[in-house]
């Protein structure tokens, strides 16, 4: 399996308040993506990433920031979360027109 | 633009039934297409994918997958389901040009004794 890790692994947050989660890849990948999965909605793309400093937006990206300062990380940031963010938050990573692979989730709950 | 469409929310079926799941996708483009499965409370896991060359593809466990360039589709099937086949299946497209993979909203399989 390629290496990627996700933290943390669980959050819960206030509403209101700044959420980092993190994505750390081992595979020297070219792209990244954050997705969120909620049910009857499937895997949804918030933000992705072709290279070191190169994102761009998905289909839900309002609320959400992403950073990519090296090759092995990618982290999507929650300006000030609100309850509609409440969801499963999936990373990613590829190279090419292959496939992806998942990191294990984090579950965030925003109270 | 790229999309997936999977037919069936659920799928409900008994042990050691033939189960197919549907997948119809939308490109203008040359497409890759993948087939993901996810147990409970873990990541996706790469099930069986088709970039290139014969149209049907096969996963270790049993399961295969027909890409079907006509009927834009690529319908998972499997002649006889397990308990443990139970689990959420997604199906996904990436096509030459595009730096996304866009998925399906996925589709329950629940496999009853």
């Known amino acids: 399996d390629a290496g990627i890790t996700q933290s943390p692994r669980h959050k819960v947050t206030e509403t209101g308040t700044p959420v980092t989660l993190r994505c750390h890849q081992t595979e020297n990948h070219r792209y990244m993506y954050w997705y969120r999965q909620d049910p009857g909605h499937g895997l949804r793309l918030i933000h992705y990433s072709y290279g070191v400093k190169d994102t761009d937006k998905g289909e839900v990206s309002d609320g959400y920031s992403v950073s990519r300062s090296k090759t092995e990380d990618f982290l999507l940031t929650l300006e000030s979360a609100t309850s509609s963010q409440t969801s499963v938050y999936f990373c990613?990573?590829?190279?090419?027109?292959?496939?992806?692979?998942f990191g294990q989730g984090t579950r965030l709950t925003v109270v | 633009a790229q999309s997936v469409t999977q037919l069936d929310s659920q799928v409900p079926v008994f042990e050691e039934a033939p189960v197919e799941l549907r997948c119809n996708y939308s490109s203008s483009v040359s497409v890759y297409l993948f087939w993901y499965v996810q147990y409970p409370n873990q990541g996706l896991q790469l099930l069986l994918k088709y970039l290139s060359g014969s149209t049907l593809v096969e996963s270790i466990n049993g399961f295969e997958a027909e890409f079907n360039k006509s009927q834009t589709s690529f319908h998972l099937r499997k002649p006889s389901v397990h308990i443990s086949d139970t689990a959420e299946y997604f199906c996904?497209?990436?096509?030459?040009?595009?730096?996304?993979?866009?998925f399906g909203k996925g589709t329950m399989l629940l496999v009853s004794p």
């Open positions: 996904a497209v990436t096509s030459s040009g595009y730096s996304t993979l866009t």
């Open positions: 990613a990573s590829r190279t090419g027109n292959t496939e992806a692979f």
